[in-house]
């Protein structure tokens, strides 16, 4: 069975920085496509960023230089840097695993393992 497992998210200042962690268990990150989905209040679901299996990277036009989302094998765990942040990246960050190897992770279908979703609050 496949788990992931989200950390604690916090409340940042405008311009501070925050790190977010999903550690899997059940399947292998390098080999699967993986992705960070934001909900925020009053809006959808939408997607930040993605890290394929062939290491190819996708980032929202408003994170782009400013998130980084990298991985670390050896512990199986995805990683979402955000650097710069502003209220905007407010919400609660879910990880999500797409371990079908059919579509393109841009599409919210492919992904079949979702963490339980951690708050993020960018606040002055």
């Known amino acids: 069975q496949v788990q992931l497992a989200e950390s604690v998210g916090d409340s940042v200042q405008p311009g501070g920085s925050l790190r977010l962690s999903c550690t899997s268990s059940g399947v292998a990150v390098d080999d699967t496509d993986m992705g960070w989905y934001r909900q925020s209040p009053g809006n959808e679901c939408v997607l930040v960023s993605t890290i394929s299996s062939d290491g190819s990277t996708y980032y929202a036009v408003s994170v782009k230089g400013r998130f980084t989302i990298y991985q670390d094998n050896a512990k199986n765990t995805v990683y979402l840097q955000m650097n710069r942040m502003k209220p905007d990246d407010s919400g609660v960050y879910y990880c999500?695993?797409?371990?079908?190897?059919?579509?393109?992770?841009?599409?919210?279908?492919?992904?079949?393992?979702w963490g339980q979703g951690t708050q993020v609050t960018v606040s002055s």
């Open positions: 999500a695993a797409a371990t079908g190897g059919v579509g393109s992770p841009l599409q919210a279908r492919v992904y079949n393992y």
